[in-house]
């Protein structure tokens, strides 16, 4: 063995941390799970094209999970709020930077999205706070049908809930607004995580990039056409 | 052609510092940006005012002394350029040009357009460098170099220490400089004995003077005089995260080892 001195693993994670990379470690890494999340997400919504039966059927079975369902529920809370905390952290640093602004700045080749990434994340965090208050507490009403107990266990009316709450414009409005930021965020997210993390390659980086520009916009795509069929389908209120 | 200016005079670190408008008349396609403020400084000089403070030093774009904000882009509008290798064709007859000094909590001004970058300095004392005895040289091609790497090293190498990455970048970040410095020893053998230390010591120090992160923007490499590219900042990245994750660094701020005189260029 040699004999060179290691610190131990806790201080040193802990010292990792303190430095801005170890932040972005975090964001990164819990990015990962919330992107693997909204697009099992999607998958589930996605099921409104097969009709009422399928998409409440899913709920049902969701429901009949409760252990995967809560652990499912605590990681992504831990990820949101370790998301939010580090990308606080990251934003108090880098606000001391520069006490005194420029009279005339221009921002020459900056995406629209990777200098919005700090007002898009605070808007969308909002809208899901609504979101589940909307579809899964039913706290906002809109016609939210809670479950009730049927033959075969609980019933679920997620279609309905969805389909009540999408006829409302302003609904399906903010939730588009929402999902056009979050496309925003995933556009300049994805690919960055990788290069904060120190993953970078000549060739493979700008593919990175492209893919990272269509898969936001495959995301937004799925999202966004739900409530557009909704209110096309069973018109608005 | 006759040009209106508009430039940051600040008499000393302790002014506040203001916009002044002044007109610089029968300039010369041919001229150099820093030879036009040369002009217009004359003439103040011939009315008994001060003249404009900058940097300047070799006016070849190799020193890295000049640069300041023309029109709110560090070195002006022309790409890969620094402002001594700026020329005057590239402006029109009549334009209004704004020209402040970088801004940065790490590079407080010390009069008009001059701005202390000796944070730069303490982070190359970090750790920007080889430990190898002098005296006698050792043979030229006695330690063989991948010819990618010797590209690669030699690109990064390029760096001129401007400080225009820091200027531009809406974060502050000095990634792209610290980067570049990490990239370019990180990419030889002869780097490698130091280069987990160099990476935990450089970034720990660059964070210290008061720099902001990096968020992967890209607008430092669009005005980097040396087109210095985003890709340093991941090896730095890459490098300072084997560092921890080896544990022969101590990869947060070491109170062990305190940097020489930390953040001595805020405290003015
Ligand atoms: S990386 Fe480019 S812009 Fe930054 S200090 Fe070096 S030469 Fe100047
Ligand atoms: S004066 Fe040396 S780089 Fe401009």
Same mark, same amino acid.
């Given at each position: 063995m040699s004999t060179a001195a290691v610190e131990p693993r806790l201080k040193r994670t802990w010292g990792l941390y303190e430095v801005y990379i170890g932040k972005k470690l975090v964001m990164a890494g819990t990015g990962v799970v919330l992107v693997l999340y909204i697009i099992g997400h999607l998958l589930g919504n996605l099921q409104i094209y097969a009709g009422p039966e399928q998409m409440n059927q899913y709920a049902a079975f969701l429901h009949s999970q409760p252990g995967l369902l809560w652990t499912a529920r605590i990681v992504l809370l831990a990820a949101v709020g370790a998301h939010i905390w580090s990308s606080f952290l990251l934003w108090r640093d880098k606000r001391r930077a520069r006490p005194i602004g420029y009279v005339k700045k221009d921002d020459i080749p900056a995406s629209y999205a990777s200098r919005t990434m700090m007002w898009s994340g605070p808007i969308i965090a909002a809208f899901v706070v609504f979101h589940v208050l909307h579809l /899964? /507490?039913?706290?906002?009403?809109?016609?939210f049908q809670p479950p009730t107990a049927g033959p075969t266990g609980e019933a679920f009316y997620a279609y309905e809930n969805v389909v009540n709450g999408f006829r409302y414009p302003a609904v399906s409005a903010a939730y588009i607004f929402a999902i056009a930021l979050l496309t925003m965020h995933l556009y300049h997210g994805m690919w960055s995580m990788f290069q904060s993390v120190g993953i970078s390659h000549p060739r493979y980086t700008p593919l990175l990039k492209s893919l990272a520009h269509v898969f936001s916009i495959a995301i937004a795509a799925g999202y966004i056409s739900i409530p557009v069929y909704v209110m096309i389908r069973f018109g608005v209120k | 052609m006759n040009l209106i200016l508009h430039v940051w005079r600040q008499k000393n670190a302790k002014d506040p510092g203001r916009m002044v408008r002044y007109e610089a008349r029968n300039? *010369?396609?041919? $001229?150099s940006f820093l030879e036009m403020l040369d002009v217009v400084n004359e003439e103040l000089i011939a009315r008994g005012e001060e003249p404009i403070a900058f940097d300047h030093d070799?006016?070849?774009?190799?020193?890295?002394m000049c640069g300041f904000m023309i029109n709110g882009v560090a070195h002006g509008p022309e790409r890969g350029t620094t402002v001594c290798q700026?020329? $005057?064709?590239h402006f029109k007859d009549g334009d209004e040009l704004y020209i402040e000094p970088w801004r940065s909590r790490a590079f407080p001004v010390i009069k008009d357009l001059v701005v202390d970058r000796s944070a730069f300095d303490r982070i190359i004392a970090a750790g920007g460098y080889i430990s190898v005895r002098t005296g *006698?040289?050792?043979? @030229?091609? @006695?330690i063989p170099v991948p010819k990618e790497n010797a590209e690669l090293a030699m690109d990064a190498a390029?760096?001129? @220490?401007?400080g225009a990455c820091v200027a531009q970048c809406p974060n502050g970040s000095a990634a792209l400089f610290t980067g570049a410095k990490i990239a370019h020893l990180g990419l030889l053998p002869q780097g490698q004995p130091e280069r987990d230390r160099r990476a935990v010591a450089m970034v720990v120090q660059m964070t210290k003077e008061g720099f902001g992160h990096c968020t992967n923007i890209g607008e430092c490499e669009a005005v980097c005089p040396k087109e210095i590219k985003l890709d340093v900042i991941a090896r730095m990245h890459r490098d300072y995260l084997h560092a921890a994750w080896t544990g022969r660094q101590k990869p947060g701020f070491r109170e062990d080892q305190p940097a020489e005189e930390p953040m001595a260029g805020n405290r003015r």
């Open positions: /899964t /507490t039913g706290d906002v009403g809109l016609g | 300039i *010369s396609a041919h $001229m070799c006016r070849e774009g190799i020193c890295g700026l020329h $005057m064709r *006698s040289a050792p043979d @030229a091609n @006695a390029a760096c001129i @220490a401007c």
